[in-house]
């Protein structure tokens, strides 16, 4: 029901910055929520950041940071473009990954009903 592709990696110095957009078509109404996450070899994949569209399932506001990136990455929605896009500042090479767009449409409780991925984009941060 819902197609997702990620766009904007690549190669950047640290301390450099990235955007990186996801562009969402289909079904994209019924999308409660979507995020940014990254996956390293050998580890399970992990939240960057999520925004929220609608419901109640997350407290405390819209977004959702991962404690390594607060104060550096900001997500945010494009309505117009249908995209979601994440800016990334002050780029580690720790930051290296694969970064996967997620989204999901989850019942009132805050549970995932459906969720899809895009093909994900790589960002390498290195001298």
């Known amino acids: 029901q819902v197609q997702l592709v990620e766009s904007g990696g690549g190669l950047v110095q640290p301390g450099g910055s990235l955007r990186l957009s996801c562009a969402a078509s289909?079904?994209?109404?019924?999308?409660?929520?979507m995020g940014w996450y990254r996956q390293a070899p050998g580890k399970q994949r992990e939240l960057v950041a999520a925004?929220?569209?609608?419901?109640?399932?997350?407290?405390?506001?819209?977004?959702n940071y991962a404690d390594a990136v607060k104060g550096r990455f900001t997500i945010y929605r494009d309505n117009a473009k249908n995209t979601m896009d994440l800016q990334m500042n002050s780029l580690k090479a720790e930051d290296t990954d694969v970064y996967y767009c997620?989204?999901?449409?989850?019942?009132?409780?805050?549970?995932?009903?459906?969720?899809?991925w895009g093909q994900g984009t790589q960002v390498t941060v290195s001298s």
């Open positions: 925004i929220k569209l609608v419901g109640t399932f997350m407290s405390g506001g819209n977004t």
């Open positions: 997620n989204a999901a449409i989850r019942n009132l409780g805050g549970e995932v009903r459906d969720d899809y």
């Open positions: 289909g079904s994209i109404l019924r999308i409660n929520s």
